[in-house]
């Protein structure tokens, strides 16, 4: 019988926490620190992917996620160290994806080209706004113009390329996103990552919410109107939403996150970097101290730097699977979730839910509707256990 986890595949995940600067909206483990040993760090990723590796002996790496934080603050001789140690641990998929998340400033830029050597053939650019008065809003510290300059070095750099763009901003209308977003789209991209402001406790913006000084967020109605015009222009232009706020040219979505959402196994490396594992039949949850210089004290002593390692129960298996597929196109395979949680999902739940127009239901798989998307984590919660 085949392990399901080989269903969704396996990753590596790569954390890199630090930062120039902390974004207001930003709830990511990341840390703005003047003195980085870039040494050290190389080290210590070695050493727990010398651990891990031990672990999961014949596998096959499908994709490499270096996310942060910033990665384009890593010198790409790290990058280079980090990924030529690979092959030595694992069979490498044919097609192997290797992701960067880079901010589109120049210095960053000038990088390109290295990191294109090392081996990342895919990057993933934060410009997220394309005005400069959002972009200081947002604490970015690069410009339009800078961000579509770095645009265009990456594109003539790597042969896929990912932006993000965050909308439902301070005083956004409609009519302002649709004009940004059409911008967007008339660079002819191959994957777009659109996500809707989110205001997380903890963060400057939050702080901000509380004190009632961030002011001109999106209502319910807009909010929801917002996403829906995002989903419909993003289709006509040729880049569906495979995932809730992830759009591609059909081939062009990210290999990485798949794993993730098609509960694949994958190791997480790095300060607060999380995994799953499937080893000797059982599903384990894995963690990493927060703080940089924690993790960096564990692994030195030895291993991975890993926390205390969660054994998943079938259902914990299940709700994950639940959660994660139904925010994508491809949904979730009633057989699998069956096979997952040792019992059948409860057709009475699928079919009020169709009945309302929140499901489609495709021979054995359910997809979140179009209709249902607007409220999806109402849709998960009604599908779950009881």
């Known amino acids: 019988m085949v392990e399901d986890w080989r269903l969704g595949g396996f990753g590596l995940y790569i954390h890199w926490p630090y930062c120039e600067a902390k974004c207001p909206y930003c709830d990511f483990n990341s ?6 040993d870039q040494d050290a760090w190389r080290d ?11 672990e999961t002996p014949d596998r096959v790496l499908n994709s490499v996620y270096f996310g942060g934080g910033t990665p384009s603050l890593m010198n790409p001789a790290v990058v280079s160290s980090v990924l030529d140690a690979l092959p030595k641990h694992w069979r490498l998929a044919n097609d192997l994806e290797v992701t960067l998340e880079a901010n589109p400033s120049s210095v960053e830029a000038s990088r390109f080209s290295r990191y294109r050597d090392a081996g990342v053939n895919r990057v993933s650019l934060g410009i997220q706004a394309l005005n400069d008065i959002d972009l200081r809003r947002l604490g970015r510290l690069h410009n339009t113009d800078t961000a579509l300059k770095a645009l265009e070095i990456a594109r003539n750099t790597f042969d896929r390329v990912n932006f993000d763009l965050i909308y439902g901003r301070q005083d956004q209308g409609l009519q302002d996103w649709i004009e ?8 002819s991209p191959d994957h777009l ?23 001109g967020l999106p209502g319910e109605d807009l909010a929801a109107d917002l996403y829906d015009l995002t989903a419909e222009t993003t289709a006509a232009a040729g880049l569906p939403a495979y995932e809730v706020s992830n759009h591609a040219k059909p081939g062009q979505e990210s290999r990485h996150n798949l794993v993730y959402w098609q509960a694949g196994d994958y190791v997480g490396i790095g300060p607060g970097a999380h995994g799953r594992l499937t080893l000797g039949g059982h599903r384990f949850a894995t963690t990493t101290a927060l703080a940089p210089g924690d993790w960096l004290a564990a692994v030195a002593k030895g291993g991975s730097g890993e926390l205390a390692r969660e054994t998943l129960s079938s259902e914990d298996h299940l709700v994950e699977y639940i959660m994660m597929s139904l925010r994508t196109l491809k949904g979730l395979d009633l057989r699998r979730a069956e096979t997952i949680g040792e019992r059948p999902i409860d057709s009475r739940k699928i079919n009020m839910l169709r009945e309302i127009g929140m499901l489609d239901c495709v021979d054995d798989r359910v997809v979140v509707s179009q209709r249902g998307r607007s409220v999806l984590n109402a849709v998960i919660t009604a599908l779950l256990p009881d």
């Open 44 to 54: 210590a990723y070695l050493s727990a992917l010398d651990a891990y590796a031990a």
């Open 180 to 187: 940004e977003l059409e911008r967007a789209l008339s660079f």
């Open 31 to 36: 840390h703005v620190s003047q003195v980085i």
């Open 193 to 215: 990552s659109l996500y809707q402001l989110t205001i997380e406790q903890g963060t400057a913006f939050g702080n901000l919410l509380n004190r009632g000084k961030l002011t």
